[in-house]
């Protein structure tokens, strides 16, 4: 069973994140280089050097000449490819949280336009009606209203007097 690393263990990989820990370790290697006396190391053997074991004879090792390489060495991680590597998995990751958390919008106003919208809809279509009935009360009652009136008195002034 894998289990998924702890978020608060990460170490993020951005640019601005990564600084401070090249930093630390730059000062911990320069820390280090400092113990390192350059005529030791001059006596130490090198991973290309070839190094006799000393003869029978005399006990002493000869003096180690260098050799040149010719088997392929491993080549060195390169650190740059591996943080490049890091942090395009960590934008993958963020992109695939982007995704969900799009999908989740997505449906969340998708739920709010099918249960409020109508609502509202309706809510504003009934002060609509309300409004257009006042104001059309309210114009008949400017408008129409003194023609009526005007026609009973005229029909009331034609009536014939007996």
Same mark, same amino acid.
């Given at each position: 069973m894998t289990e998924a690393p702890k978020a608060e263990l990460e170490i993020p990989l951005e640019d601005e994140d990564a600084d401070p820990l090249f930093e630390k370790a730059d000062a911990?290697?320069?820390?280090?280089?400092?113990?390192?006396?350059? +005529?030791?190391?001059?006596d130490l053997p090198v991973l290309t050097d070839v190094v006799e074991p000393p003869t029978p004879a005399t006990g002493v090792t000869p003096a180690a000449e260098p050799v040149p390489s010719t088997a392929a060495e491993p080549p060195l991680p390169d650190l740059a490819a591996a943080i490049a590597a890091a942090a395009?998995?960590?934008?993958?990751?963020?992109?695939?949280?982007?995704?969900?958390l799009d999908s989740a919008i997505n449906r969340h106003i998708q739920d709010w336009v099918a249960t409020e919208l109508p609502q509202l809809v309706?809510?504003?279509?009934?002060?609509?009606?309300?409004?257009?009935?006042?104001?059309?009360? +309210?114009?008949?009652?400017?408008?129409?209203?003194?023609?009526?009136?005007?026609?009973?008195a005229d029909t009331l002034d034609k009536s014939p007097e007996a």
């Open positions: 911990l290697i320069q820390r280090h280089a400092s113990f390192a006396i350059e +005529s030791e190391l001059d395009q998995a960590e934008a993958d990751r963020l992109a695939e949280r982007l995704v969900v309706s809510r504003e279509l009934d002060d609509l009606a309300e409004r257009l009935q006042a104001a059309a009360a +309210s114009h008949l009652r400017a408008t129409l209203l003194p023609l009526i009136s005007g026609e009973i």
